[in-house]
């Protein structure tokens, strides 16, 4: 059987694992570390200690902002953006203080479990006779188990702060705090897992980037639009249209600028080529709004809403133009987005199975859509909405909500003045030295009358055609001037 002296020692031995145990366990708050899931930085997220600080009509103003008017919302913001900076200088304090905690506490603990068990034997061992003392390598491979453990921790955190501290993902953190007033709670919910996670591992940064930057540029308000400003570059570039189609685009985006709340829609009628997407991209310039556009030809339903999960996920066709405009510093929810071929789907001829979302989606009612990429509701309600197709809509009740503009066409009259005038000139001026295209030079009146006679005979009552001659005319000019440019040389 066991020697006194055996189970003495294995007594020994077991107090200081129990002790080294225990310590374990307070150290690591039964396993989980609490940096990723400390309450303290989730308060930070919730900035419930900011938001109920603010006076009343803030707090009011807060709650109702989506549903403010642009000259409302911006008042709004400049007012908030003090509240802002001190929430942000808070959460970095905050922050660095809880970061700088877990890296002594964890330093602590590998300094503890290198040299404790060592320094407690040793003043065992002297009160004990040596056949009793206890032999220090019986807990060397504790002992080392506990110093990795901690030391890597400590490591990992060093790592973590110098990655995530100045990077991207504290840009995001701190834009994600500035901006989730605004938010709705199930996407910032999935923004604040996806922050987390990539707190635990950085190397999740890489798969959620792409993620975290569309949420963060999701449109939340409205632009200040002028209506002084609008009528100044409306008549030039709206000088292409006839005057009939003018006056009632006039009359649809004034609609837009002054009906802030109340969702307004326009049918693009026409074949194609005849000016329907130049000029829902002119109404986006002239508003000075971003331009999206989607086509429904040839896509699911998926494809169109998106999609979630880890297999190929993505925002889908309507996210993907909200989020196309890059010219502003962010896109706004009073965008202007197109929906072409829409005729196709809503007479019937196209996939039927995106008709009920379709009409979902066009129903005054309708503030917002579900994305699964998101896994949350993207706001429409305030969009500028043009519907573009080649025939009537046959579907009665919406056909009523929506403004009619035919495009007919364009005059030959026109389209040689356009190509002549406009078009060819711009074409001249993207060529490089030395073999730049003047038109004074370059273009003859036996030129013109070429161009003339190829318009004449031209039935297409839109521009595609036209321009696509003007192109092959100009390609042609190119060549015979770098041959006459080489001969010379």
């Known amino acids: 059987m066991f020697s006194h002296r055996y189970l003495l020692n294995m007594l020994r031995f077991s107090f200081i694992v129990k002790l080294f145990l225990s310590n374990h366990d307070a150290l690591s708050t039964n396993g989980v570390d609490e940096i990723y899931d400390d309450p303290n930085i989730l308060k930070v997220y919730e900035q419930s200690a900011v938001i109920k600080d603010l006076d009343k009509e803030i707090q009011k103003n807060l709650k109702i902002f989506q549903d403010l008017s642009s000259n409302e919302q911006q008042e709004f913001l400049r007012g908030f953006t003090k509240v802002q900076d001190r929430l942000e200088e808070e959460y970095k304090n905050k922050k660095i203080k809880l970061v700088n905690q877990r890296l002594i506490k964890y330093g602590t603990a590998t300094i503890i479990c290198a040299l404790a068990p060592f320094i407690l034997i040793s003043g065992i061992n002297r009160y004990l006779s040596d056949p009793h003392k206890i032999d220090a390598s019986v807990i060397i ?11 890597f921790k400590a490591l990992e955190i060093i790592a973590r702060k110098v990655v995530s501290s100045e990077g991207a993902v504290q840009n995001y953190e701190i834009e994600y705090v500035r901006s989730k007033p605004f938010w709705n709670r199930s996407l910032s919910k999935v923004f604040e897992s996806k922050l987390l996670s990539v707190r635990k591992n950085p190397a999740f940064l890489h798969d959620y980037l792409k993620w975290l930057n569309a949420a963060i540029n999701l449109p939340f308000k409205k632009k ?7 009528q100044g570059t409306f008549v030039q570039e709206f000088s292409i249209f006839s005057s009939s189609i003018r006056e009632k685009i006039k009359g649809l985006c004034i609609r837009h600028i002054i009906q802030q709340n109340g969702r307004v829609m326009a049918y693009f009628q026409g074949p194609s080529g005849t000016g329907k997407t130049s000029c829902a991209r002119t109404i986006a310039y002239c508003l000075g709004l971003p331009f999206g556009s989607v086509a429904l030809a040839n896509y699911s339903m998926s494809d169109l809403i998106g999609q979630g999960g880890v297999h190929q996920p993505h925002p889908g066709k309507i996210a993907e133009a909200i989020l196309s405009e890059n010219e502003q510093e962010k896109t706004y929810s009073n965008m202007v987005f197109l929906i072409d071929e829409v005729d196709e789907v809503l ?4 996939k039927n199975d995106i008709l009920p979302f379709l009409l979902t989606l066009l129903d005054p009612e309708t503030k917002s859509y579900y994305n699964p990429y998101f ?14 197709g080649n025939k009537p809509i046959s579907h009665k009740p919406l056909a009523k909500r929506l403004v009619p503009i035919m495009f007919e066409g ?19 001026k993207k060529t ?40 092959q005319f100009v390609d042609e000019k190119i060549i015979e001037t770098f041959l006459e440019e080489k001969e010379k040389k």
Not at 142 to 151: D, I, Q
Not at 375 to 388: F, G, H, P, V, Y
Request: hydrophobic content about 35%; cysteine-free; charged content about 40%.
């Open 432 to 471: 490089k030295s030395p073999y730049i295209l003047d038109m004074e030079k370059h273009f003859s009146d036996e030129d013109k009358k070429k161009i003339d006679k190829l318009i004449d005979e031209d039935d297409d009552p839109g521009l595609r055609n036209v321009q696509e001659i003007a192109r």
């Open 224 to 230: 200040d639009i002028s209506i002084d400003s609008f």
């Open 141 to 151: 491979p504790l002992t080392m188990h506990g110093f990795f453990f901690f030391g």
């Open 347 to 350: 007479n019937g001829e196209g």
């Open 375 to 388: 896994e949350s509701d993207i706001r429409i309600k305030d969009m500028l909405i043009i519907l573009a």
């Open 410 to 428: 364009f005059t030959k009259e026109y389209k040689k003045d356009y190509i002549t005038k406009k078009f060819i000139p711009k074409l001249y």
